[in-house]
């Protein structure tokens, strides 16, 4: 079963535009990572934000955690074509001993127009 | 280069064989995952491996064997009970036990089955 589930499915703006993208899970958390697929390519990690962290920040990467509402948010603020990609949250549940495993949610489709 | 590589990148195979996908990397890294990916869907668990000659079912290992006789490699066969092997086949590898480490993602290996 899919721990995150990512809102909205598919996004599409214009260059230059902020994208928002949100994640939220089920079960308690150890952290949370954001990651970007290419289309047919692997995946390449953005940012991890851990359990105990509200915010934070790489470059035009902005990701919240509402741990009470079981929630994040990944922001990208004045987006470019080159952002166009697949974003997936991936959560690392509490107490995990299972190789720290990630689970998945199912993706947001960003398409950033030029 | 440091990284993981992945072969073949497109794989076709006829009902009732097995298969093998390829999964090595240079990165000195101790857990090894392999993940499916189907169309529009996020990814999910197959196998995964934290050490040499030890493995661990992931959320979708029917159908799946995996080895990790060396820390480099760690190589998915698909066999003939997978009832619908086709999909987008990513591996990925992680340093270390801790949870706030990144997994690193090959570029996947493509598989139909004719």
């Known amino acids: 079963s899919q721990q995150g589930e990512e809102d909205p499915q598919a996004l599409s703006i214009q260059e230059g535009e902020n994208a928002t993208m949100n994640c939220s899970y089920k079960?308690?958390?150890?952290?949370l990572q954001w990651y970007r697929q290419n289309s047919g390519r692997g995946l390449v990690h953005l940012i991890l934000?851990?359990?105990?962290?509200r915010e934070k920040h790489s470059g035009r990467l902005r990701v919240t955690l509402d741990t009470s509402k079981k929630s994040s948010s990944l922001l990208i603020t004045a987006s470019r074509a080159a952002d166009t990609a697949s974003y997936f949250c991936?959560?690392?549940?509490?107490?995990?001993?299972?190789?720290?495993?990630?689970?998945f949610g199912g993706g947001t489709r960003l398409m950033v127009k030029p | 280069d440091g990284g993981i590589t992945q072969s073949p990148k497109y794989l076709f195979r006829k009902e009732g064989q097995n298969v093998t996908l390829s999964c090595e990397q240079n990165?000195?890294?101790?857990?090894m995952y392999w993940y499916r990916q189907d169309p529009g869907q996020g990814l999910r668990l197959i196998y995964y491996?934290?050490?040499?000659?030890?493995?661990q079912k992931g959320d979708i290992a029917e159908g799946y064997s995996v080895s990790r006789e060396k820390k480099e490699s760690f190589p998915l066969t698909v066999t003939s009970a997978q009832k619908n092997p086709t999909a987008f086949y990513l591996c990925?590898?992680?340093?270390?036990?801790?949870?706030?480490?990144?997994?690193?993602f090959g570029p996947g290996t493509r598989l139909t089955v004719l």
């Open positions: 990925a590898s992680k340093k270390g036990r801790s949870s706030y480490n990144e997994q690193f």
């Open positions: 079960t308690s958390i150890n952290n």
């Open positions: 991936a959560t690392v549940l509490v107490g995990s001993n299972a190789g720290n495993m990630l689970t």
């Open positions: 934000i851990r359990s105990n962290e």
């Open positions: 491996s934290q050490i040499v000659n030890d493995f």
């Open positions: 990165l000195n890294h101790d857990a």
